[in-house]
């Protein structure tokens, strides 16, 4: 039987990047597709999507994925997560560390969610005063991340869960834009990075923060992804999801303090 754009689109993108492309998002392949296919020079989404029965250029299964993935992202998105993080994990790591630590921020998207993390710390600048903070901030799409460290963004992409105090102090107008600061953008490095690669490279972190992101992979991708996640943390670091997300202990995971968004290694002194 002869599959539907949909399926073969689904097949791809779940193979590609873990994905599972919910059937109401099937009318958007046209609207998100069609300018891929234009950009790669085919005469239309149809015959893209006839050069995917070949052996297709990875690139183009690059931009499809990077088209086709969610990238709603706003600053400060989970205000719950963002006040545990300052008053509870801050707190301990200020205490448990020797002046270095490390952050991840995955699936970032156009960068709101790694510079909220960054703000966070410039506002404690005062306590962290002579640290060593590094903070990664990683996405599968190119283009995502080409315009977080831009970090330029419209008047709605700015005003959308960021403070006016922190939107006055940290950013300068740009014509119809707002531009982050230099010294906050030096804070984040980014980097492209698909989470079905191996994640050894990045050596251990003291937060690991994955929002938004578990909830579109299937159930099979989710559990892999959450070990080696956990196999990244530090036995004693932190790892911060959505506040709905459908974690267990099988995960290698417990709540911190019965906080929906923070979560600890079973077996640490938490």
Known sequence: MKLTDYDVYKNIICEASGIHLNQDKSSLLESRLSPVAKRWGFESMAAMTRSLDTVPEKNL??????????????????????????????????????????????????????????????????????????????????????????????????????????????????????????????????????????????GEFDVIWCANVLNDFDYDVRDKTLKNLSAQLVSDGFLVLDNDAAITKSHGFKNLLNNKSIYVPIDSEH
């Not at 719950?80 to 490390?102: C, D, G, N, P, W």
């Not at 966070?120 to 080409?146: H, K, P």
């Open 61 to 202: 299964i690059r931009d499809i994925v990077a088209a086709m993935v969610n990238n709603d992202t706003a600053f400060f998105s989970d205000m719950s997560a963002f006040e545990s993080f300052e008053k509870t994990v801050l707190t301990y790591l200020q205490h448990a560390r020797k002046k270095k630590m490390r952050i991840w921020c995955t699936g970032c998207s156009s960068g709101q969610e790694a510079y909220s993390i960054a703000m966070v710390l410039r506002n404690m600048a005062q306590e962290f005063s002579g640290w060593n903070i590094e903070i990664l901030a990683t996405d599968i799409s190119a283009n995502a991340i080409e315009q977080a460290r831009e970090a330029k963004y419209t008047q709605y992409e700015a005003q959308r869960g960021l403070p006016v105090q922190m939107l006055l102090q940290y950013f300068r107008p740009d014509d119809e834009h707002w531009v982050l600061n230099a010294g906050v953008r030096k804070m984040v490095t980014f980097k492209t990075f698909n989470l079905l690669h191996s994640m050894n490279d990045f």
